[in-house]
């Protein structure tokens, strides 16, 4: 039985804010607009990048312009590992885990170009079986179709998957697809977006070791 781990990545993986914030203010500036701050921008970040947009400009009562979303897309994928920066024991936590014959994929709502420049520089690409970006499919989270796109593109099944993530995306796509989650407690999620998730974790570690709990290494 091969094992799967299915992580999300903004909040989970990697602390994206700083870039975010830093090409959606971009964004602002070029319309005229007051910029956020990162405290701002993580309250608007985890329903995708055309959520994002919107929420920015609807905080100043105006909606998108026709270019904005392009704008903001090609700007991020252009400047998305700048100040981004993994959380603390990331690479050897997941490096543990493949060596332990864990299969892993990260199911983001970022574009999947995005994300994978970003996977790339932070030098977990090479760890993964697969990426599911928020365009990449139809739909994205809290649709479970979009974990089990993503599954299925790590050639994993859903009696041997975990999903892990910060936000109550994660947590609805996952009961959906019939998946257990752990919430990540160190992203950007609130304890409240928790509800309904197999087990908490206070940090990547902790999730790998509920994760060899939840699904023992087959003997």
């Known amino acids: ?80 590992a700048v100040d981004s920066r993994l959380y ?43 990426v599911g970006g928020g365009d990449s499919f139809p739909v994205r989270k809290p649709d479970p179709a979009h974990l089990l796109a993503t599954l299925a593109r790590a050639a994993g099944t859903t009696d041997a998957a975990l999903m892990v993530g910060d936000h109550h995306n994660d947590v609805v796509a996952a009961r959906g697809a019939g998946i257990p989650s752990i919430f990540a407690g160190w992203g950007y999620g609130s304890a409240g977006m928790a509800d309904g998730c197999a087990a908490f974790a206070r940090d990547i570690a902790e999730a790998a070791a509920i994760a060899n709990r939840l699904l023992p290494r087959p003997v």
């Open 1 to 80: 039985m091969a094992r799967t781990l299915l992580l999300d990545l903004d909040g989970t993986l990697v602390d994206t804010v700083p870039d975010l914030a830093a090409a959606l203010n971009r964004l602002m500036r070029s319309r005229g607009l007051t910029v956020f701050s990162p405290e701002q921008v993580t309250a608007m970040v985890g329903d995708g990048v055309a959520v994002l947009v919107a929420r920015a400009f609807a905080a100043h009562d105006r909606l998108p312009d026709d270019a904005a979303l392009v704008d903001f897309v090609a700007d991020y994928e252009d400047h998305v």
């Open 88 to 130: 603390p024991n990331v690479l050897p936590v997941l490096t543990s885990l493949v060596r332990d014959d864990w299969r892993l994929a990260v199911c983001t709502n970022n574009p999947e170009q995005a994300a994978r420049r970003l996977l790339q520089a932070v030098g977990v690409l090479p760890l993964l079986c697969a």
